[in-house]
């Protein structure tokens, strides 16, 4: 192998290392956030307004997504396949990762006109 196509190589892979370590991160603190979201929004003083419905289901949606994202990130870094051995989610995963951002934005919609 060329020297320097070698070290391209690994600088190539430096880089997607550090990427998918941010792209963990992003996705560790989308959990925190959306968890205390919904923890805070579904207390009886703001449960009432509608606002709040529309909040909370916003972040169910997207803490699926953040469990999405945490599950392709332990796909590829740990080569651990998780919709082999979990049979019927194969399909549910993939139907709910290609329904769920279609959802987020409407309800995003749904919460400003409201």
């Known amino acids: 192998m060329i020297p320097s196509l070698y070290a391209a190589i690994l600088k190539l892979q430096k880089y997607f290392a550090i990427e998918n370590y941010i792209v963990l991160s992003i ?31 916003l972040s169910i949606v997207h803490l699926l997504i953040n469990l999405d994202w945490l599950r392709a990130f332990i796909q590829r870094e740990l080569n651990y396949n998780l919709l082999l051995h979990m049979g019927f989610m194969c399909k549910a995963i993939v139907f709910y990762s290609s329904l769920l951002i279609p959802i987020a934005a409407w309800f995003e919609l749904v919460s400003s006109l409201d």
């Open 27 to 57: 996705v560790l603190a989308g959990i925190i956030g959306n968890t205390t979201m919904l923890i805070v929004y579904t207390r009886r003083r703001l449960s009432k307004l509608s606002f709040s419905t529309y909040i909370c289901a």
